[in-house]
């Protein structure tokens, strides 16, 4: 085995980008958590009364049913859904729009290597002097 080897497999760019990866990850996810608890949660409690509907359930028998935790994990994970797209993914899509350069377009015209007039780029044979083009 060669001496050195996991300290170069460690220090590799793409095993740090990895680890930043999931560091910042966590750290998202706590923020968009936040996010979704304290700000949105707080919003439809405002509305609906309370923001937390896991108290709400009912027996089956003797087994309680347990339904408002449920409603409280789809209310989440909207909430979620919906934080994510309109703060990460729209603005960073629009900031592609933005930064992405348009190729531009090719060339209506070339210049005839015999009498140097412009001609359509498609042109096989030179309007001005009749020199055959090339690639035509």
Do not use: H, W
Request: aromatic letters at 8%.
């Amino acid at each position: 085995m060669k001496q050195g080897g996991l300290k170069a497999f460690l220090l590799r760019g793409n095993v740090v980008d990895l680890a930043v990866a999931v560091v910042m990850g966590a750290v998202f996810g706590a923020v968009v958590t936040s996010f979704v608890n304290d700000v949105l949660m707080q919003l439809i409690a405002a509305v609906v009364g309370q923001p937390d509907f896991s108290g709400l359930a009912f027996s089956l028998g003797d087994t309680p049913v347990y339904y408002g935790r449920f409603l409280n994990a789809v209310i989440t994970f909207v909430l979620v859904g919906v934080a994510v797209y309109y703060l990460v993914v729209v603005p960073l899509g629009r900031l592609q729009e933005r930064l992405k350069r348009e190729e531009p377009a090719p060339p209506a015209t070339k210049a005839c290597p015999e009498c140097l007039s412009e001609i359509p780029a498609g042109a096989r044979r030179c309007a001005f002097c009749g020199s055959p083009q090339e690639g035509a």
